[in-house]
């Protein structure tokens, strides 16, 4: 099995460079067929889902707008408190379709801020595209209409997710393994 370390901590391969590129076509093709005759707003939280938001852009074939936001609830813990910092670029959204792209959907908190301060522009409408899916960690409840992969409630890194900041350039994901 490949391993990783990091800091403290050992990772194992979760999912393959592969797997992920599979899947980001199917997501991309879904949003293609799903905007066929619009053109979304790819709103990219940043900095973890940059790497999977670029890759999803070079496939998806219809006109869209590219904008960036930031949401930080992580810190340099394992465990989000549900403490959602939002760093916004002021762009206008009313009446436009929004496809927030994510890296991970955790407990919600992030999501939620999220979604509560975009709301408050009027948009069209507002759908989520994640990486990665936790639902047993969800606290909050999200609807998401675009999932990566559904993983247990467990700590990964790798392919724009990252561990006190290190980790996110490899391009397959990892999961935490604990010592026993």
Do not use: H, W
């Not at 619009?38 to 709103?43: A, E, Q, V």
């Not at 760093?87 to 890296?103: A, R, V």
């Not at 959907?105 to 990486?131: A, H, Q, W």
């Amino acid at each position: 099995m490949k391993r990783i370390s990091i800091k403290e901590y050992e990772f194992e391969l979760l999912i393959s460079e592969d797997k992920i590129r599979e899947r980001v076509i199917e997501l991309a093709n879904q949003i293609d067929q799903d905007y066929a005759n619009k053109r979304p707003i790819l709103m990219l939280t940043l900095k973890g889902a940059i790497i999977f938001a670029a890759d999803l852009m070079r496939e998806i074939t219809i006109p869209t707008q590219i904008e960036t936001i930031i949401a930080k609830s992580y810190g340099y813990k394992m465990t989000t408190e549900g403490n959602v910092e939002l760093i916004e670029n002021p762009i206008d959204l009313e009446g436009k379709d929004i496809i927030i792209i994510e890296d991970i959907v955790d407990t919600g908190y992030t999501m939620s801020s999220l979604l509560n301060r975009l709301k408050e522009f009027k948009p069209s409408s507002i759908e989520i595209c994640t990486l990665l899916f936790k639902p047993k960690n969800l606290v909050v409840p999200i609807k998401v209409k675009y999932v990566g992969f559904e993983i247990d409630p467990l700590f990964v890194v790798g392919y724009g997710l990252d561990y006190a900041e290190l980790g996110r350039n490899y391009k397959d994901i990892y999961i935490r393994v604990d010592k026993n």
